[in-house]
């Protein structure tokens, strides 16, 4: 019974073009740092902030400007094309966080978005964590030896 229904789905589901969504993927994250150092060479040159703070600028707007078009309700549209594209960038991280936000904000700022505004992004931040800390770990070994 299992077996018929998997080769039923296998049959009628739509197949992928992995290398369409590759090249889609590679050409929306080069845009996407192509507007990232458009981002920084604009706040250096027309606010005269150095590189350093400019980098930091530029990830703020990209964020705020993430959790703006989520919250319109056409950034979806974006990933869904774009894939990793839009979703691997920190836009990715905060697209994930509003949209967590926005479900769940009809219960309330606490049980709702307090409680699940990180639902989504919270793993990328533990595994973050802990895989920076390991990794720590191995260079401070490894440089000792």
């Known amino acids: ?4 229904y998997q080769k039923i789905v296998q049959e009628h589901s739509p197949k992928e073009n992995i290398l369409m969504n590759a090249i889609v993927a590679f050409i929306s994250g080069g845009i996407m740092g192509i507007i990232g150092q458009f981002l920084i060479d604009g706040y250096t040159v027309w606010l005269d902030i150095p590189t350093k703070e400019a980098t930091v600028c530029m990830l703020v ?4 400007f993430s959790c703006l078009f989520t919250s319109l309700g056409f950034f979806d549209k974006w990933v869904n094309f774009c894939k990793c594209g839009l979703i691997i960038p920190i836009t990715g991280f905060a697209h994930a966080t509003m949209s967590a ?3 769940f904000r009809k ?4 049980t709702g978005i307090g409680m699940n505004m990180l639902k989504l992004s919270g793993a990328v931040i533990i595994f973050g964590v802990v895989s920076s800390f390991v990794f720590s770990l191995l260079r401070m070994v490894v440089g000792l030896i």
Not at 107 to 110: D, Y
């Open 101 to 103: 936000a926005l479900e």
């Open 1 to 4: 019974m299992k077996k018929s």
């Open 107 to 110: 219960e309330g700022l606490v």
């Open 61 to 64: 707007t990209l964020i705020f």
